[in-house]
């Protein structure tokens, strides 16, 4: 028996970005996921970075951790939301990722003399690490990052060009999805940035076989067919992509447009009608919420809720977990000044973040919080400003700080490991990836976990410093969370309230729709229980 020939699916975007490119990619990968197929992802990021882990979470948004420990786009968040897939390494591909291997080859005298140009050397880079994200799966769906038109995204297109030529046209798909926007003035829907865009793709020898156009409306016949004859494309292939409520409501929307049933037509694959059973209960459960939940989210951030984006998802799941809606409002820790502000949310978070901008006003939302006995949820920095809070307003030590914050702070509660402080200088090691964790009998994370050892994602390089951690015990802090070698503290808890919990790495990673992550149900769960205490 031969085995399957394995299939790629290429995403490119026109007109603008942020068209929901990922989004889009996702909910194609979970319509094939439901119809029995094993997919896989690769993001291509054509901009020169090696990874996004340097780069600032207002321009590009989070910093998006896989379980191996790599520092990825917020697309591979998408990714693992939608589908089974498994995020590593191989999923995420920047053009500074794939020049640094290329000229690594080069110094080491990989290429034999030869001269190292974009074609052949960078493209086959490109195809090799498109052929490694496609082993052992039926689908790999391939998404590239950027728009048509830009100058980085040349190599990775015509890469793409090429490989419809490798692996054989039948079994590739290319999906172009761009704007096609509705001008009020003239009423009228219109299609000409997206034929510019499906030119400047076919310009570079590629070929869209289906067109997803986003619009806020649905595409009447007439406007189908018009892109259909201009942009070369049969009119069934082209599929209205309709702004949606919700983003979940995308693989629905899509399979009711018969893009799954397109997409299998044109790589030649039989399946069965799509299994949507999950996907159609999880809509109907978010149509109906039972009430609303508002959680105050104080961060540096929060002009850019992409900077969040797992976070939100996470808190979005702990609704789903609660049969309720969840509404998050952004707070600008430096503007902070008046926390009565705060006096109405249900629950309130202080998420991951770096620097010591804005980290008085998070200290004081934590003391509210603490004090007004509101549930608090505290991630990474958040967890670590729990500690500095507690050591100063409990502990009674005035000047604790992370160094971080403060490097000569008398009081280092939150501190690098010895260890860590001998290659520092060069940088720093950042804690990154899948860490092994082992929780307290008889504390809310035991409690919500169900289970003593469990595994999460890490982001950081301070840690709860070990030498004040009979201190902070004495007065009342909860470690609730260690490595299972006892070094490492990764949650703390203090009793006496209802809900206020700080861990050091990142749950927010592990969070499906379908498979809400314990803490933000367990942390949702006490929002509603005030919710209806501020109601009564
Ligand atoms: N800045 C902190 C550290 O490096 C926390 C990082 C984070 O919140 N992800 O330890």
Same mark, same amino acid.
């Given at each position: 028996?031969?085995? %399957?020939?394995?299939?790629?699916?290429?995403?490119?975007?026109?007109?603008?970005s942020g068209l929901g490119k990922g989004l889009s990619s996702a909910a194609i990968g979970s319509l094939l996921e439901a119809r029995g197929l094993k997919v896989n992802f690769l993001k291509l990021d054509p901009y020169l970075n090696v990874d996004p882990g340097t780069m600032n979470p207002i321009q590009h948004g989070e910093v998006y951790v896989t379980e191996d420990g790599v520092e990825t786009d917020l697309d591979l968040g998408h990714y693992e939301r939608f589908t089974h897939m498994e995020a590593n390494s191989q999923n995420n591909v920047t053009a500074g990722?794939?020049?640094?291997?290329?000229?690594? %080859?080069?110094?080491?005298?990989?290429?034999?003399?030869?001269?190292?140009?974009?074609?052949?050397?960078?493209?086959?880079? /490109?195809?090799?690490?498109?052929?490694?994200?496609?082993?052992?799966?039926?689908?790999?769906?391939?998404?590239?990052?950027?728009?048509?038109?830009?100058?980085?995204?040349?190599?990775?297109?015509?890469?793409?060009?090429?490989?419809?030529?490798?692996?054989?046209?039948?079994?590739?798909?290319?999906?172009?999805?761009?704007? @096609?926007?509705?001008?009020?003035?003239?009423?009228?829907?219109?299609?000409?940035?997206?034929?510019?865009? @499906?030119?400047?793709?076919? !310009? @570079?020898?590629?070929?869209?076989?289906?067109?997803?156009?986003?619009?806020?409306?649905?595409?009447?016949?007439?406007? %189908?067919?018009?892109?259909?004859?201009?942009?070369?494309?049969?009119?069934?292939?082209?599929?209205?992509?309709?702004?949606?409520?919700?983003?979940?409501?995308?693989?629905?929307?899509?399979?009711?447009?018969?893009?799954?049933?397109?997409?299998?037509?044109?790589?030649?694959?039989?399946?069965?009608? *799509?299994?949507?059973?999950?996907?159609?209960?999880?809509?109907?459960?978010?149509?109906?919420?039972?009430?609303?939940?508002? /959680?105050?989210?104080?961060?540096?951030? @929060?002009?850019?809720?992409?900077?969040?984006?797992?976070?939100?998802?996470?808190?979005?799941?702990?609704?789903?977990?609660?049969?309720?809606?969840?509404?998050?409002?952004?707070?600008?820790?430096?503007?902070?000044?008046?926390?009565?502000?705060?006096?109405?949310?249900?629950?309130?978070?202080?998420?991951?973040?770096?620097?010591?901008?804005?980290?008085?006003?998070?200290?004081?939302?934590?003391?509210?919080?603490?004090?007004?006995?509101? *549930?608090?949820?505290?991630?990474?920095?958040?967890?670590?400003?729990?500690?500095?809070?507690?050591?100063?307003?409990?502990?009674?030590?005035?000047?604790?700080? !992370?160094?971080?914050?403060?490097?000569?702070? *008398?009081?280092?509660?939150?501190?690098?490991?010895?260890?860590?402080?001998?290659?520092?200088?060069?940088?720093?090691?950042?804690?990154?990836?899948?860490?092994?964790?082992?929780?307290?009998?008889?504390?809310?994370?035991?409690?919500?976990?169900?289970?003593?050892?469990?595994?999460?994602?890490?982001?950081?390089?301070?840690?709860?410093? *070990?030498?004040?951690?009979?201190?902070?015990?004495?007065?009342?802090?909860?470690?609730?969370?260690?490595?299972?070698?006892?070094?490492?503290?990764?949650?703390?808890?203090?009793?006496?309230?209802?809900?206020?919990?700080?861990?050091?790495?990142?749950?927010?990673?592990?969070?499906?729709?379908?498979?809400?992550?314990?803490?933000?149900? !367990?942390?949702?769960?006490?929002?509603?229980?005030?919710?209806?205490?501020?109601?009564?």
């Open positions: 028996m031969t085995a %399957k020939p394995l299939k790629f699916i290429f995403v490119t975007g026109g007109v603008l990722r794939v020049y640094d291997s290329v000229i690594g %080859k080069e110094r080491r005298g990989e290429y034999l003399g030869g001269t190292v140009q974009v074609i052949p050397h960078v493209t086959d880079e /490109i195809k090799e690490r498109i052929h490694r994200a496609g082993e052992n799966v039926d689908i790999l769906i391939v998404e590239v990052g950027g728009t048509v038109g830009d100058i980085e995204s040349l190599p990775f297109l015509e890469a793409i060009r090429q490989f419809r030529a490798d692996v054989g046209r039948e079994n590739v798909c290319n999906v172009h999805l761009a704007l @096609v926007p509705f001008i009020a003035a003239v009423g009228e829907l219109k299609t000409k940035p997206l034929q510019h865009s @499906v030119k400047e793709l076919q !310009s @570079v020898g590629i070929a869209p076989d289906i067109i997803l156009c986003r619009t806020d409306r649905h595409l009447p016949r007439s406007v %189908k067919s018009k892109i259909g004859l201009f942009c070369n494309v049969d009119e069934d292939a082209v599929v209205t992509a309709k702004d949606v409520d919700n983003i979940y409501e995308l693989p629905l929307a899509f399979n009711e447009e018969g893009l799954d049933e397109k997409i299998t037509r044109v790589l030649g694959i039989w399946t069965g009608a *799509p299994n949507l059973g999950a996907w159609e209960e999880l809509i109907r459960s978010l149509k109906a919420p039972e009430a609303e939940v508002r /959680i105050a989210m104080v961060g540096k951030y @929060v002009d850019l809720s992409d900077a969040y984006k797992s976070l939100n998802e996470a808190l979005y799941h702990g609704g789903i977990g609660n049969r309720c809606s969840v509404k998050i409002d952004y707070l600008d820790s430096e503007k902070l000044t008046d926390t009565a502000v705060l006096s109405q949310a249900h629950g309130i978070l202080v998420p991951h973040g770096f620097g010591s901008r804005g980290t008085a006003g998070k200290i004081e939302a934590v003391r509210y919080a603490r004090e007004q006995k509101i *549930p608090f949820f505290g991630i990474c920095f958040g967890m670590q400003i729990c500690v500095i809070e507690f050591a100063r307003n409990v502990a009674g030590l005035k000047s604790a700080n !992370s160094t971080e914050v403060d490097a000569s702070t *008398p009081h280092p509660v939150i501190d690098f490991m010895p260890e860590q402080r001998e290659i520092e200088g060069t940088g720093g090691t950042m804690r990154l990836g899948g860490y092994p964790c082992s929780l307290r009998e008889g504390t809310v994370a035991h409690s919500a976990y169900g289970t003593f050892d469990i595994s999460e994602r890490h982001r950081h390089r301070y840690e709860f410093n *070990p030498e004040y951690r009979e201190r902070l015990e004495n007065a009342g802090l909860m470690l609730s969370g260690s490595s299972p070698d006892g070094k490492l503290v990764e949650v703390v808890e203090i009793s006496d309230h209802p809900w206020f919990l700080g861990s050091q790495f990142h749950p927010e990673f592990k969070s499906t729709p379908f498979a809400p992550h314990p803490l933000f149900v !367990s942390f949702i769960r006490a929002a509603r229980s005030r919710s209806d205490g501020l109601e009564h």
